[in-house]
């Protein structure tokens, strides 16, 4: 069992920038892809970024490339998500969700647990 809290969000304005972090417990993630989404009010929830267990490989949303940067501290079991020039249409929770193993999935049920998210909101 893992158990993921995020950390970071709140308000800011457009232009502005947050970081997000997602600590866990429970067990490593030196053997977890992990994953950020967010869902905004009444729609389903999306895919941000990804990065498997050795920081090697990130991938990323078309909204969100070059704006946004993956990255994790294994030592600290967390994850972190780097937002700069953030655009209203950034605001939604956003949530870090782990799975085990090498592959490094977009779609949000490939992974197997979820934080109870953060709340990112961007004033225009």
């Known amino acids: 069992q893992v158990q993921l809290v995020e950390s970071g969000g709140g308000l800011v304005q457009a232009g502005g920038s947050l970081r997000l972090s997602c600590e866990a417990s429970?067990?490593?993630?030196?053997?977890?892809?992990m994953g950020w989404f967010r869902q905004a009010p009444g729609k389903e929830r999306k895919f941000v970024a990804t990065?498997?267990?050795?920081?090697?490989?990130?991938y990323y949303a078309d909204d969100v490339e070059g704006r946004f940067t993956i990255s994790r501290d294994n030592a600290k079991n967390t994850v972190y998500l780097q937002m700069n020039s953030l655009k209203p249409e950034d605001t939604a929770v956003y949530f870090c969700?782990?799975?085990?193993?090498?592959?490094?999935?977009?779609?949000?049920?490939?992974?197997?647990?979820w934080g109870q998210g953060t709340q990112v909101t961007v004033s225009p």
């Open positions: 969700a782990e799975r085990l193993g090498l592959e490094v999935p977009t779609e949000p049920q490939r992974y197997k647990f």
């Open positions: 429970g067990r490593t993630l030196s053997d977890s892809t």
């Open positions: 990065i498997n267990w050795n920081g090697r490989h990130r």
